[in-house]
């Protein structure tokens, strides 16, 4: 048995940690079976010293535990030894450290330091300073934050490899500063140069591209902190002695792109500017930072019909283009960026709207190599101006996000499948940078949390993000008012309007689905006044009937089933999404309470809970069970958060599937319904009809778009229309993951995986098997460890695989068994006949008339039973309709007929293979 990947606040070996009670988390891996802790010790020491000895405890425990030493002293290095025994028998060790920051904004002694230049300015200011060491030095430590996005410089070379630091966060009540590792200081002249972009701090943001939404200078803080051999200290920072001047960056913005220009050299430079900037909200950084994650080559070179020189690198993504050039010196290089290609094969930038997205590069006659600094694109394509000879190798795409560690994996017999799998993980991707952005290309990119409360539940398969939401929701909280609830993005930038449902209940539902992922209760208290603050502000707005029925919403947005000229919010009747909502925020938040033994906050919400779902039932449901708006988000909502009463289920799921048929199958739902309508369908006894909407790969559908070649989702179902066209309304995203939200659903229900017990520590594995698909293996990697369930179905077998990690237990239902197996730690096997087939027939009840009198065989039968039936005129009329929409209204024995028929078309057909 070993102890393994021992991480401090989820992170390895944490340097500049302000949390003042961090919390201990480490793998139990094992060869054996049936594993659990039975005791584990924690040591921590400072400088030899022992600082908290938790002392042997009787405990099988081995995540998230709390430091419960003395109090932590700043800028220190802890050592932390931790040892687990096994039931086995087994003894592990592991070692680890963390290093704490500044603890407090205020103990930072250093100024703030601004500019003077004339408004006009927009070239990024560069701040410096030298300095000299004198002494042999053992370890150096940078703080630093700006206000604007910043860079530094040490001796010419960048500090870490993170971007877009400080983050962006609510800098009316918080800013995150940041810490470095440096190790080439050397004794002698030294220089530190940070380099400071408008960001969004102050840079051109929002839907009306305006700048200054926080300020109107940048700023920046930092200071550096040498220890010396001999143990003496020295702190160098920012104050009145330091300089500042412009440099190569000549502008930034994150939606316009950046100018970089090296024959630049001034000459000129002026003393700062000491500033003030309320240090009470400085907080370390709280999340992974954002890194560049990986490099992909170009792919093709394009000469488009309208003579564009473009690259495609055959992937949506966010980032940018690196370029290497040798050119003369002044030629400019101009770089355009693009999601698609229009259907002529031009360069199709428009759904970027306002966000002109334009990098460029200045040459110094020498090869030199560009990178952006301070803007980052969502884009597939670059055009490219200024260079007559384009050699691929010389640009690369750099992937940039939030550095979370991959936790998921999915993959199955339906390419198409894996590819929306693929799509999906790339929305992620391209909008987990920094905060949760609805998409990365166009002039928004906002914290729109609608979409991240409907997409959270996936992306916390895919990757860990624990910190990421961690560090969103104290924004979110941050934001939170008594009057005006939640706002609908995060960090606010759009003003204050009233919390709209299920955008604004993000507040509850994140936090909620952070404690069930990685059993991590102090979310839920961080959260806590939040999640009942935003249930109350509904409350308070409640009419006499106790139901939320005032104010804009945005409904089912987006949803096919109600002409969109007429607005977004889709068919379902907007305040039903509403009280929807509320009934289901209110529950959850009891069950915060109640995980926080908040007894009679539990009972309140508890109450209030049964008090809204009476409500809803009275207002939305008739007395024989019919919802008012019978849409597919409708019988969703009333189904999925078992707000129907149970008599009335039935219809409402009959209801359901009525919709369903009238769309041949097809969902019509917009951002509410669609997270949830597979897993309604089987909750609800009918995975068969949810593997038939998953599988749909006509409009519209997940895998139309993927059939049209998508490499992100779309935020609409019809992005790019059948005929090749764009949308245009003005909001067309093709990176837009809200819809990637089918994720959770593939993980949770195809491949089985889900959690009883918070953080995994109780695992249900419940495959369930799907026409259409054959296999299906999927990986989770859990705070305990890796979570596998994968299974085939062929050849009338059924396989099954299943690995649970040590430290935990699992449930195993196996598909078409009814006994469920408990299970321990390790690997296991399962085969048994099944005499189900889960390979897509030829024919089936959707194949058209024409289709089936195409087939001699089916003409023949078909006159067998009724002489001279497929020369009927009717049956001409027919041909392009679905042989279930023939039969629509036609007697039973016909519909037992055509079945028969399309039983010995498909027997012929597996006779010939
Ligand atoms: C759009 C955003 C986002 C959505 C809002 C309501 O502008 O892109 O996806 O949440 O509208």
Avoid at 846 to 856: A, F, I, Q, R
Wanted: proline content about 3%; aromatic content about 12%; glycine content about 6%.
């Amino acid at each position: 048995m070993e102890l393994k990947e021992l991480r401090i606040e989820y992170r390895k070996n944490p340097v500049g940690l302000d949390v003042t009670k961090p919390r201990f988390s480490w793998k139990i891996v094992s060869t054996e079976s049936n594993v659990l802790q039975t005791a584990y010790r924690i040591v921590v020491t400072k400088a030899g010293e022992l600082i908290w000895d938790s002392g042997k405890r009787e405990s099988d425990t081995s995540v998230l535990i709390e430091y419960e030493g003395s109090a932590l002293t700043a800028c220190t290095v802890y050592r932390v030894q931790v040892e687990a025994w096994d039931n086995n028998g087994n003894y592990g060790a592991a070692e680890g450290s963390f290093e704490t920051g500044l603890l407090k904004g205020t103990n930072f002694s250093a100024d703030w330091i601004t500019h003077d230049f004339a408004d006009e300015e927009t070239a990024c200011p560069v701040f410096f300073k030298d300095f000299q060491l004198e002494k042999e030095i053992e370890t150096v430590r940078v703080y630093a934050t700006s206000l604007g996005i910043y860079e530094i410089k040490m001796n010419g070379e960048k500090l870490g490899d993170s971007f877009f630091a400080p983050g962006w966060t609510n800098y009316n009540k918080r800013l995150q500063y940041q810490t470095y590792t440096v190790d080439e200081l050397q004794p002698g002249q030294n220089k530190i140069e940070i380099t400071v972009g408008n960001g969004w701090y102050k840079g051109i943001f929002g839907f009306v591209c305006t700048p200054n939404h926080y300020g109107d200078r940048v700023a920046t803080l930092a200071e550096i902190h040498v220890k010396y051999s001999d143990g003496t200290k020295e702190i160098i920072k920012t104050d009145n002695t330091w300089k500042v001047t412009t440099g190569r960056i000549r502008s930034s913005e994150i939606y316009m792109g950046e100018t970089i220009d090296s024959t630049f050299i001034n000459q000129k430079c002026s003393p700062v500017v000491v500033t003030t900037f309320d240090k009470n909200r400085l907080v370390a950084q709280e999340s992974e930072p954002v890194r560049i994650t990986q490099k992909l080559p170009a792919k093709e070179l394009i000469i488009t019909p309208k003579g564009e020189k473009v690259i495609d690198f055959g992937q949506i993504l966010t980032g940018f283009i690196k370029v290497k050039v040798h050119g003369e010196t002044g030629q400019k290089i101009t770089v355009r960026h693009a999601e698609a290609l229009d259907k002529d094969g031009n360069f199709y930038p428009d759904t970027l709207r306002q966000a002109i997205s334009v990098d460029t590069f200045i040459c110094n006659g020498q090869e030199q190599s560009f990178l952006p600094h301070f803007t980052f694109h969502g884009f597939r394509y670059i055009s490219i101006e200024g260079l007559d000879n384009i050699d691929l190798e010389n640009f690369t795409a750099c992937v940039l996000h939030t550095d979370m560690e991959p936790t998921g994996t999915f993959t199955c017999s339906n390419q198409l499948v894996n590819q929306l799998q693929s799509n999906i993980q790339w929305s992620q991707r391209g909008n987990f940078l920094d905060i949760p952005t609805d998409c990365p290309q166009r002039d928004e990119r906002l914290g729109w949390t609608g979409d991240a409360q409907v997409f959270a539940g996936t992306a916390a398969y895919n990757y860990n993000v624990s910190l990421f939401f961690t560090k969103w929701l104290r924004d979110l909280a941050s934001e939170q008012t008594k009057e005006f609830g939640v706002p609908h993005v995060v960090p606010n930038i759009l003003g204050d309007q009233d919390g709209a449902a299920a955008w604004s209940d993000a507040a509850v539902i994140i936090p909620w689905m952070i404690y069930e992922t990685y059993g991590d209760a102090r979310v839920l208290e961080a959260q806590y006044e939040s999640m009942t603050g935003w249930v109350d502000y509904i409350t308070a707005r409640c009419g006499s009937n106790g139901l939320w029925q005032i104010g804009f919403q945005y409904g089912d947005w987006l949803a096919l089933d109600k002409e969109e000229s007429a607005d977004r919010t889709g068919a379902t009747d907007v305040y039903l999404v509403a009280n929807a909502y509320y009934a289901y925020s209110t529950n959850l938040v009891r069950k915060a309470a109640e995980v926080l033994n908040k007894h009679e906050d539990a009972e309140k919400y508890s109450n209030l809970y049964r008090t809204i779902k009476k409500a809803f039932n009275k207002e939305y449901i008739t007395a024989t069970g019919r919802l008012v708006s019978e849409t597919q988000t409708a019988c969703v909502l009333a189904l999925y958060f078992d707000l129907a009463e149970e008599k009335h289920r039935k219809r409402i799921l009959q209801s359901l599937e009525t919709n369903i048929a009238n769309h041949k199958n097809h969902l019509s739902t917009g951002f509410v319904g669609t997270p949830y309508l597979c897993h309604t369908l089987t909750e609800n006894n009918r995975h068969d009809l949810a593997g038939t909407i998953f599988l749909k790969d006509d409009y519209p559908s997940w895998l139309y778009a993927v059939k049209k070649g998508a490499t992100t989702i779309w935020e609409r179902w019809n992005s790019i229309l059948p005929n090749g066209d764009f949308e245009t309304s003005g909001m067309n995203s093709l990176n837009h993951y809200a819809y990637g939200s089918i994720g959770e659903w593939m993980y949770r229900r195809l491949a089985g995986i889900n959690q009883l017990e918070p953080g995994y520590k109780k695992i249900l594995i419940k495959p369930q098997l799907m026409k259409g698909i054959t296999f299906v293996e999927a990986t989770y990697k859990s705070v305990y460890g890796k979570i596998k369930s994968a299974w085939t179905c062929q050849n009338q077998r059924i396989k099954v695989e299943v690995e649970i990690p040590a430290n935990t237990t699992a449930l195993l239902l196996l598909p078409e068994k009814e006994e469920p197996i408990e299970l321990g730690s390790g690997r296991y096997q399962y085969e048994y006949e099944t005499t189900t087939v889960l390979e897509i027939e030829k024919f089936s009840m959707e194949s058209t008339l024409k289709e089936l009198l195409d087939e001699p065989l089916a003409v023949e039968l078909l006159n067998q039973h009724s002489p001279g039936l497929t020369e009927h005129p009717m049956i001409q009329f027919a041909h392009n309709l679905s042989i279930s929409e023939v039969l629509a209204k036609a007697p039973d024995e016909s519909v037992v007929m055509f079945k028969s028929v399309i039983e010995a078309l498909n027997q012929n057909e597996q006779s010939k293979s």
